[in-house]
């Protein structure tokens, strides 16, 4: 969308807005469109199109026919947008409402839905119902992203559009090509589910997006109808869990610590009687066999792919090969021809699937009711207001003040000053309000309440039931479609270890931490001063100032092993991290910077890192640029992600990741011959 397209949308919409029995297409071809050159095809086809835009905005158009005459006559046929029927009702919140309601929005940090919460909450920023509040000292949950097959599958269940995309199932352990009618997308048991009605098996199924291995296709000229009432909580809460099995691995002496605390050694006799019952060959040497506790293969495969050549499956074999397969992929991923590596001049390209100037005309369309209920704005807050700079906002107002009725008199049209650089709205044209909740924005809030229900400090009840009711009641039709989308729980594993982390954070209080590190296999003592809690989905994080590292660190909870007060006051030099929401990466100057190519179902990884820059490739792919604190851990990150990432910069770690990969299969190879 160009920006004079933008101009002459905003010009048809306030148009629309602001006549009482509608206006004729010519009236509009000649006044709003100044059109004298186009066929009467292609202007219909262009007004077509135009209404369509305004749609997806909120806005419906009204079409209104003259008694006696045809619909399919333009000469008798009137369009007009109702002052009422598009528009957010009014919403007002407490201070308590507005802390839950600010939390569930910013769940949603890099996730699908979280430009979507942004808009809501400046949509209740512009109607005045959201006051300042404060946020609850050292709570931060958030959801964690779930990859670009979560964005094309929301976007699908939203549009009612079905999908195709290639599935491992896991009773048969083939890959198969699937296409399905997506009803919802949930959580459960720590991983995302889609629900849908399967058309090559003729039923419901579930599909987890781990199992997908492919990008999904969304089929975006057909169209289904979801079954009425649906719930994918409901839905999913029939899910049985897996049952435990156990896996028999064989390990490197002394090494992958955090895997041994899950397991039990294999004694000798045990491993005579499995090499004389199932022919397993006795470990190799150097290598400790162990017996693993799992649920799920695909979640215990990614993780062991990632220990590359420290780590062999032995059984079962369905473990194996979801080991073997992110292995081969990984391998074959970094075997392909290596991209020219470019980025733009500036700023990740990022992954929007609006154009920029939509989303200028949807700014625009929140900025003049935000501005009618905040008078007298300096120009610079109100830029910081919407995350944009100064200069994005004053070419916002200047398509602004150039819009207006079709007359286009002094009065019709939009009258905004910002001479002494404080922002002043005196004419408004029936735009004083913010359009109604999209059904992404509706989703993104109250699928996000309803997250909340989990934490211990927001009990049921309340605050939270209470913002929940009123953002229902506003949402309309549009809150009952969310639905179809359920978030994980976020209520903390250990609870015992978060208050004591809470209760530090409010007293002021330093902490000793005995603290165990993955990427270093190896366990360290620290005295830290607690900054701030934060989670992705029910992994927690503490931000901290770390005196050995003479920094701040972020410690995952499940990973501390102790944590006391030590009888010391936190320093107050100790400030959190600047960004909110708390980053899990914090760059530093000494980073390495690192070029990685992101194939299409990895490109999510980009946010999840931090990327600094973006390029997108043909076919979906994408190049990324990622500041690393660290590098050694970095060929287990390519053999954990099996074919979704590859090194291309430095050439050194590129070859050390091949190599990591390179041993680990050949491992398998040798395990292989030896049975």
Known sequence: MSASRTERLLNLLIALLNTKYGLRRGELREKVYHDTTSSDVAFGRMFERDKGELRQFGFDVETVTDTGWGSDDPATTRYRIGKESNRLPDVSLTPEECT??????????????????????????????????????????????????????????????????????????????RLVEPWGLGSRFGQWYLVGHDRGRGDKRFFRLSRLTSAVTVLEKESFASPAAFNVRAELAALAELPVQNAVVDVEQG???????????????????????????????????????????????????????????ISPPELEGAVRRRLTAAAAFAARPVPDVAFPAAGPTGRTRKRTSEDQLKRMLQLVPFLVHNQGLHISEVAARFGITRKALEDDLRILICSGLPEGYPDDLLDIQWD??????????????????????????????????????????????????????????????????????????????LETARSAIGSGAQLHLKYFSPQRDAVSEREVDPLRLYSLDNTWYLEAYCHSAKGLRNFRLDRIEA????????????????????????????????????????????????????????GGGMLAEIRFGSTDWLPMFVAQHGGMVRILQPGALADASREWIAAALTQYEASSDAR
Request: include cysteine; charge should be negative.
């Open 100 to 177: 839950v309601l600010i939390l569930a929005a910013q769940l949603w940090e890099h996730a699908a839905l979280g430009s979507a919460a942004v808009d809501a909450v400046r949509k209740l920023q512009a109607a005045g119902g959201l006051v300042d509040a404060e946020l609850p000292t050292g709570v931060q949950p958030r959801i964690r992203p779930a990859g670009q097959a979560f964005e094309d599958l929301v976007a699908a269940i939203h549009a009612q559009h079905p999908v195709r995309f290639s599935y491992l199932a896991s009773s048969t352990g083939q890959e198969q090509e």
């Open 563 to 618: 944590l006391e007060p030590n009888g010391r006051p936190a320093a107050a030099a100790a400030k959190p991290a600047d960004s909110f929401p708390v980053k899990l990466f914090t760059p530093n100057d000494d980073d390495t910077v690192v070029v990685v190519e992101l194939a299409p179902r990895g490109t999510g990884l980009a946010d999840d890192y931090y990327a600094e820059r973006t390029a997108a490739l043909p």
């Open 255 to 313: 090494r992958l610590l955090g895997l041994r605390k899950r397991a039990q050694a294999v004694p000798d006799p045990a491993l005579e009687r499995a090499a004389q019952e199932l022919g397993l060959q006795r470990p190799a040497a150097g290598t400790d066999r162990l017996t693993l506790p799992f649920r799920d293969a695909e979640t215990l495969g990614e993780e062991l792919a990632s220990y590359g050549p420290r780590v062999t499956v």
């Open 420 to 497: 002494d650089d404080h922002v002043y709205i005196t004419q408004a044209l029936d735009l004083t309000r913010p359009v109604r909740f999209t059904v992404d924005e509706a989703c993104a809030l109250l699928t996000g309440l309803e997250t909340l229900n989990g934490l211990p400090e927001l009990a049921e009840g309340g605050a939270l039931e209470s913002v929940t009711l009123k953002l229902m009641a506003a949402a309309g039709e549009e809150g009952l479609k969310a639905a179809a989308l359920s978030g994980p729980e976020v209520a903390p594993g250990n609870s015992a270890i």
